[in-house]
């Protein structure tokens, strides 16, 4: 899930030669949520979760019903091209997000400047969603971050924000001992674009507000964090010349699968 960034300057900018690729919208997108829905669940996750619904009151997760002319660019290597959909301006309150197995979904009113970053944050989730093991790797390679198998207690469990673009991997332990995460600020008015970042330290089983030592040093202050999806597609966006986990994750995206 992707705030609108706006940092990437595009090399190209084409639409698409292959007609399948086309954006979908009306009953095609219909088709295709549903396909979505079947693979990865995300709405009926959503719909098990009281927070997470109330966190989407007034929002409607459907497809834009007309068809939208604005352009998508064509991915760049390693990047997967993914499928995008364009979506009602209210679905998940306009966030940018992925679905299995890869969708991409836009709000229609999303601003053309904001395109090609957008769409590149949501390929590397695409890219996350089809070569999970090779993410593993490099993320253990790179960030010393690890799939964690451990539970969180009932309090946390409950403020969580579900985030399709994590939806169905497991949260990641950084350095054997911090697991961050996103949890809504608000538990009576949650709102989908207002989360605290997190640690659990699984040590002690507490949580903690403040970034566990080293962690900004490596990472930044970026508030990205909730997962390490999400700060991989931030900083790939981003591209921060002087941060240190950027660097370490740039020089090893040449070992992820092409496409
Ligand atoms: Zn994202």
């Given amino acids: 899930m992707g705030q609108l960034a706006s940092k990437y300057i595009p090399s190209t900018l084409e639409h698409f030669a292959d007609p399948e690729r086309f954006p979908l919208s009306g009953t095609d997108g219909i088709e295709a949520l549903n396909k979505a829905e079947q693979i990865d669940q995300y709405i009926a996750a959503i719909n098990n979760s009281p927070i997470n619904i109330l966190a989407r009151r007034d929002t409607s997760y459907v497809p834009s019903f007309h068809a939208v002319g604005k352009a998508i660019p064509p991915p760049d290597s390693p990047w997967p091209a993914g499928q995008v959909i364009w979506m009602d301006p209210t679905a998940d309150n306009g966030l940018p997000h992925t679905r299995a197995p890869d969708y991409i979904c836009l709000p229609s009113t999303i601003p053309s400047s904001q395109i090609t970053s957008t769409v590149l944050h949501e390929r590397v989730h695409v890219s996350q969603r089809l070569h999970y093991d090779a993410w593993v790797k490099l993320l253990k390679d790179a960030w010393k971050m690890a799939p964690w198998t451990g539970f969180f207690p009932n309090s946390i469990d409950e403020r969580r924000r579900i985030n399709p673009d994590i939806f169905g991997v497991p949260y990641f332990i950084w350095d054997s001992n911090w697991v961050p995460l996103g949890l809504f600020k608000s538990k009576t008015s949650p ?69």
């Avoid at 207002?194 to 507000?209: A, G, P, Q």
């Fill in 191 to 259: 709102l989908l674009k207002e989360i605290d970042i997190v640690w659990w330290d699984v040590k002690t089983r507490t949580l903690h507000t403040d970034a566990p030592p080293g962690w900004s040093e490596f990472f930044g202050t970026h508030p990205a964090g909730e997962h390490p999806y999400e700060l991989a597609a931030y900083l790939i966006v981003e591209a921060p010349a002087d941060n240190k986990a950027y660097k370490e994750l740039k020089s090893r995206l040449s070992s992820l699968p092409s496409s």
